[in-house]
């Protein structure tokens, strides 16, 4: 099983503390050791089937967020403590920004976790935020300006829940979504929208990456 980065330095502190709770009580050791199982099976990394095409999800979890942002329409998916936290690109493109800003730490399903701490990877057209949620604070941005990254493609992951936004691209609407709030979405397969049909059907133009 692929774990993502950084598991192992959330997991060590149980694995080293195992044997010494084993010296006190069996059951104690035990639970270290499967208190460290737990960690490393939240960070799991499974390989994805991605589309060719469409806007896919960033994260594995539940829709939670829809509403327009000016000209632009952003969705956000609720990671569970279940789902897998590993993050992926929902377009290709190039990374233009990634900024960190410090925040709150309200539950991720609640409207008040748009002011928490997060993540923005600006790609120009369209952006990824990674939201941090009461119990998690660790987000974990894999990639940097100047990256160009595959629709699909590993881009980061958040340690111990919260949530993913995707700011989509101009000149995709309501309308064009494949999915609903509250339906379940799984990273780099579920498509969200078909971007191509949508721009096509418009004749919206891609907007050029900011210099």
Known sequence: MRIASHAWRYAAPAFVL?????????????????????VLVFHRDPERQVPSSGIVAP?????????????????GIYMGVSDVHVNRAPLAGTVE??????????????????????????????????????????????????DEIA??????????????DVVFPEGIEREDLDVRKGERVVAGE??????????????????APRE
Do not use: M, W
């Open 18 to 38: 195992a044997p010494v709770a084993g010296l006190l009580s069996p059951i104690a050791g035990v639970a270290a050791l499967a208190l460290a199982g737990l």
């Open 59 to 75: 994260a594995d979890g539940r829709v939670s967020v829809v509403r327009r942002e000016g000209e632009q329409l952003r969705v």
């Open 97 to 146: 920004a990634v900024t960190h800003s410090p925040g709150a730490n309200r539950p991720a399903f609640s409207k008040d976790s748009d002011h928490n701490e997060n993540v923005v990877i600006d790609c120009g057209a369209f952006s990824i935020v990674q939201i941090a949620g009461a119990f998690a604070r660790r987000i974990h941005p894999a990639v940097e300006p100047g």
């Open 151 to 164: 629709r699909g493609e590993r881009i980061g992951h958040i340690s111990f829940g919260s949530r993913v």
């Open 190 to 207: 579920t498509v969200l929208a078909e971007y191509e049909e949508a721009i096509a059907e418009r004749g919206v133009q891609r907007r």
